[in-house]
């Protein structure tokens, strides 16, 4: 057969390929703290990434208004003696308590946006949920407060400890439980990564229900913690709808066992949702039951060029009326966002001329002819009203694959020249992009912006779910500089507020969103959420400072 | 001297992102439900042929590209592509679904359409990734006694003649011919577009002429016969240890040390 001629032709496209290399972020955030990480492909993503995580600010320097909370303890040999002995395996433990580690700890420290770095100098990374109930119940009756580390790829802050608190990796807990091919029920340790349990579902036919850019990377138990929405939550709804079941740790130790493979289940409160967007706040997640889909057969992709926001609406508002079923996703991209994508991986744009936005429009279905033509008469409608300038249709798997990278690829270009600014917002559809406009204005008004390094900010971008209402209105820096800050914050906050949309549509609170959480929460609400907090996690050990 | 009239062979095989497998009796690829797309180096000869005429590298310019493919009916998607990709017009030569048609076949259809349509230039993929058999380029240029520049790195247009380079082992290595010739296509050539809406819509208005084998006197009968298909040995899963004491152990444990 053609293996080689495969081969050949995969190795090739990574070295000419028109967008991000397939999968630029599988390695990322262990490759960002190594110094080889500027070397490590010539035209992949990750080119330029600067230093090493040392040059991450301490949070604690940033914030210094955070104070450590005293009613802590500080961790000891004798805790480390009694952690060693019971994980046993050397690898098990990262000790920077009884020697200097500081080299291995680092990558557990600091966050992905390179925004946030904590002091912690004790990595667990338990093997069962035995293991991750004694360790809890043991820093529970001795006060060790504890972050709970999936993937790492968190974007508020929320992964990363503040001060000494312990950190309790999930990567060793990465196997799949079970898998039922009829029901589609799967059952899965919490920290098994999200591409590798994708591509295992590939094999049977299913796809995981939840789709993002750090799949090569985040873990399912950091998904269901973040409650993660992605890129089509527009299909298959969200977490809180797919997840059967959980299994989780709480902070005395004590095993919730709520592994349910049923997708009805009407008897009493549903706990479990508690945990789903919880962000290791009242447990830890060791494991998760999740109902994944039929994958789709017939998958096509069009980018399309638009000259204003206003057609990007008339487009998905057509895209919902003729796709109806088989529309998988639609996601929005502005000019800014995909110009500053391209001067990172010098990839050549796939339309000919520059166009205020793009949108990427996927199907999903499962008779490829079916869908063919739906996509065509769409497209064709559209050119004809002249809705969309111009546009590609993907012609096969790679491009695919490299169109996606044009949407996919933008996180991680934008932090290219040091930091992002990132909010994450729920806005009702037709305002969506004014903020961006208005933020841009502002930030430019205040002389931050510009092409030298005088200016900290290199542009304002926005991008996002647009099937979901939800904008990432982000601001690509050359360094985290407070001048910024001031420019951006209260004022998104208090623009979103006065239209009633979310501070957080899909990445959380963590550290980043805490403070206010108040422009999309009554003080009602927040008094119940504190409610739950302090019945399942008392003495409050668990991701202290963060979240509400 | 007159313009070129291209002709750029088709083909459609499983995408390249997909990975092949074996039929139960073992006598063939799976191919139902499974992506097709164009053979890639065949995007890389529409490719080329596209540029060589928006870039005008051909001092008496280009007169007509056409598309070819000989396959079963869904081919005419292939076509479709080409088209969209920039091809004028496209010949289509339908096959049952499941016939595979050997180079020696292809190449004499080949022959004969290069005469009705009066084609100077042909160019193809160096091979198809479904058979690689690699013969296509070459039959032709040997049925029509032209030359035959393969793997093309590089295609010009000098005083001289028409100029390709190729890479090998170390270096490139450049050969000179006269039109009419044959050039095969290799992946450093160029970088395929996509197709774009409006290149798609005009696509639909193009021509696809429908030819069969007969009416070009051509027999599609073949000369060899697939005994099995195999799947090559499924890799040995890898194991994991946890630190160097754990592989040592298992180093042990497998004699190694
Ligand atoms: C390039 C990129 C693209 C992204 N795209 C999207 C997107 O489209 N949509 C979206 O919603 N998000 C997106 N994210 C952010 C998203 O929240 C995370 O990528 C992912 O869901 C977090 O998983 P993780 O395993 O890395 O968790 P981490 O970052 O390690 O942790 C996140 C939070 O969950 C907690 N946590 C982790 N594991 C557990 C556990 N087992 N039990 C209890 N608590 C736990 C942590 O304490 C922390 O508060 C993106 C991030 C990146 C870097």
Partial sequence: ?????????????????????????????????????????????????TGTSKTIKFTSETYPEIKRDSKFAEITEDHVKFFKEFLGKEASVIDGVTKDATDDIEPFNGDWMRKYRGHTKLVLKPGSTQEVSKILKYCNDNMLAVVPQGGNTGLVGGSVPVFDEIVINMSRMNQIRSFDDVSGALVVDAGAILEVVDGYLAERGNIFPLDLGAKGSCQIGGNVATNAGGLRLLRYGSLHGSVLGIEAVLPDGTIVDDLSKLRKNNTGYDLKQLFVGAEGTIGIITGVSILCPQ????????????????????????????????????????????????????????????????????????????????????????????????????ENETQVRNLWGWREGIPECLGHWGGVYKYDLSIPISELYSLVEETREKVAKAGLMGDTDEHPVVDVVGYGHMGDSNLHLNVATRRYDKKVEKELEPFVYEWISKRNGSISAEHGLGLAKKAFIGYSRSDTMIALMKQIKKLYDPKGIMNPYKYI | MAALRILVPVKRVIDYAVKPRVNKAQTAIETSGVKHSMNPFDELSIEESVRIREKKSYPHGVDEIIAFSIGPPKSVDTLRT??????????????????????????????????????????????????????????????MGWGAAT?????????????????????????????????????????????????????????????????????????????KVIEPPPRQGGGKVDDVDGMIAKLKELGAI
């Fill in chain 2, 82 to 143: 080409a088209m969209a990709m920039g091809a004028d017009r496209s010949i289509f030569v339908e096959t049952k679904e499941g016939e595979e048609v050997e180079p020696l076949a292809v190449g004499k259809v080949i022959r004969e359409l290069v005469k009705r349509e009066g084609i100077n230039l042909v160019v193809c993929g160096k091979q198809s990734i479904d058979d690689d058999a690699g013969q296509t380029g070459q039959i032709v240029a040997g049925l």
């Fill in chain 1, 295 to 394: 994958r789709s057969k017939a998958v096509n992709v069009a980018f399309l060029g638009l000259e204003s926001y206003e057609k990007v609406q008339q487009a998905f508002k057509a895209a919902k009326g003729q796709l109806s079923e088989i529309l998988s996703a639609f996601e929005l991209m502005d000019n800014q966002s995909q110009d500053l994508v391209q001067q990172v991986t010098k990839n050549k744009r796939p339309l000919e001329s520059e166009h205020p936005f793009y949108c990427l429009i996927e199907t999903s279905g499962s008779n490829s002819e079916h869908d063919n033509e739906k996509l065509q008469s769409f497209l064709e409608d559209v050119m004809e009203k002249e809705i969309v300038t111009d546009g590609v249709v993907a």
């Fill in chain 1, 1 to 49: 057969m053609a293996s080689r001629s495969r081969v050949a032709l995969v190795l090739r496209r990574t070295r000419i390929s028109t967008a991000p290399s397939t999968n630029p972020l599988r390695p990322l955030s262990q490759i960002r703290w190594q110094s080889t990480a500027t070397t490590e492909d010539a035209e992949g993503v990750a080119q330029g990434t």
């Fill in chain 2, 151 to 227: 793997q093309a790195s590089k295609v010009s247009f000098g005083e001289k003649g028409v100029e390709v380079e190729k890479e090998v082992d170390g270096g490139t290595e450049t050969v000179r011919s006269q039109l009419p010739m044959v050039i095969t296509t290799d992946l450093r050539l160029n970088e395929p577009r996509y197709a774009s809406l409006p290149n798609i819509m005009k696509a639909k208005k193009k021509k696809i002429d429908k030819i069969s084998a007969e009416e070009l006197g051509v027999s599609l009968e073949r000369r060899l016969k697939t005994l």
